[in-house]
């Protein structure tokens, strides 16, 4: 066993967190807020007992009761990487914001976040830009969790750094990339592979850190948009019921050529789905996009929304059009912000809902233009 060398220390620091956790336990007069900033900092007191001494009973111990209370205070602790699985233990979380902080306030509501957005890259891609992605966003009430794709690629192929890619894209043989045919299956079977790793991931999330399904978002970019639209085409693992994911966004991607060549099973999930796509991608045609759309239509049981704007390429989101569209969908699904936010609360009272009306109207529409306003 790997020991600081000072393993009466250890004991006495691991049994000072029990002693603190036990009153996160008890204390009824502890606000959400405050249960949340004392878990996350016994959190940090944990990781480095367990860096010391990782497999001493004490520190496990700690462990199991952290995530215990912390379930019970519904608070959402930082996932440890460790219990991913390998492939997936390189990523970065960012806490979200409140609803009604400044743009100044980062991380103002950690522990206490109702949604969970994944971000997946594109080919040859680093989570790197989109960690500051999802830094300049601030979405309220929302965590981010940056992936690196499993599948590092060779230095020779792309620029240094190297950059990683969710399933195979090329011929081994011929070192050329494969292209997509009715009989094609080899990016398919890579693909299948990947998933069944998000998914492992996805349960740790649920199972350690208490994140329900329905509260998991993707964001997926070129070959990462591919991956998240995959992923809502059949029914998650039997271990989350008949639950769905929130909601899905898809920039610059498609749901593979190979795939669309089947005829859709009707055993797709509920989410809602967002394509942005440009009328100039050389990647991605419209066409492409307009078939992917189709077949996602076909296959699940939730909205598709498909967006082309004429002048944009393959590049991520830029411009107000293609930035406002995609908040606007988040406003509409993310838990506890925007409309989403104001039907929960107004059933909460025991009101009826709040609808749209045409000319936007409405009290729901100022809370979106708020939440719009500080994604700006």
């Not at 690629?153 to 969710?166: H, N, R, T, V, Y």
């Not at 509260?215 to 995959?230: K, N, R």
């Not at 066409?287 to 996602?296: D, F, H, I, P």
Request: hydrophobic share 35%; with cysteine; net charge negative.
């Amino acid at each position: 066993m790997r020991s600081s060398g000072n393993s009466g220390t250890d004991e006495e620091r691991a049994r000072n967190v029990l002693s603190r956790l036990q009153k996160c336990q008890t204390d009824a007069g502890l606000t959400d807020g405050q249960s949340a900033q004392l878990l996350l900092q016994l959190q940090a007191d944990f990781l480095k007992l367990r860096k010391a001494s990782p497999t001493a009973a004490s520190v496990l111990r700690v462990e199991q009761e952290l995530q215990t209370t912390a379930r019970a205070r519904r608070v959402r602790l930082r996932p440890s990487k460790w219990n991913f699985p390998r492939g997936m233990q390189d990523f970065q979380y960012i806490h979200g914001t409140s609803a009604k902080s400044g743009k100044e306030g980062s991380g103002d509501c950690a522990g206490l976040e109702r949604n969970l957005l994944l971000l997946l890259h594109g080919f040859g891609g680093r989570k790197e830009p989109f960690v500051d992605f999802a830094q300049t966003m601030r979405l309220p009430l929302t965590a981010c969790l940056v992936f690196n794709a499993p599948e590092a690629l060779p230095e020779e192929l792309l620029d240094d750094p190297p950059g990683f890619s969710w399933f195979s894209m090329w011929d081994e043989t011929t070192g050329d990339f494969i292209q997509p045919s009715p009989k094609e299956r080899r990016r398919l079977k890579s693909m299948e592979s990947c998933k069944d790793l998000l998914w492992k991931a996805i349960s740790v999330l649920t199972a350690e850190v208490g994140w329900c399904l329905n509260e998991i978002f993707l964001f997926g970019y070129g070959q990462g948009g591919s991956v998240v639209l995959d992923m809502l085409l059949q029914a998650p693992p039997a271990s989350f019921g008949r639950a769905s994911l929130g909601g899905t966004v898809a920039v610059a991607g498609e749901v593979l050529p190979e795939r669309r060549h089947g005829t859709p099973r009707l055993e797709g999930q509920e989410a809602a789905v967002l394509l942005i796509n440009g009328g100039k991608d050389r990647l991605t045609s419209p066409e492409a996009a307009e078939a992917s759309a189709q077949y996602l239509r076909q296959a699940l049981r939730g909205p598709v929304r498909l967006e082309i704007f004429p002048d944009r390429g393959a590049e991520m989101l830029h411009g107000e059009r293609e930035s406002r569209c995609f908040m606007e969908f988040l406003s509409e699904h993310l838990h506890g912000v925007g409309r989403k936010g104001s039907e929960e609360a107004m059933h909460k009272l025991g009101a009826d809902p709040v609808s749209f009306t045409d000319d936007g109207l409405c009290v729901v529409k100022q809370v979106s233009d708020c939440f719009l306003d500080e994604m700006d």
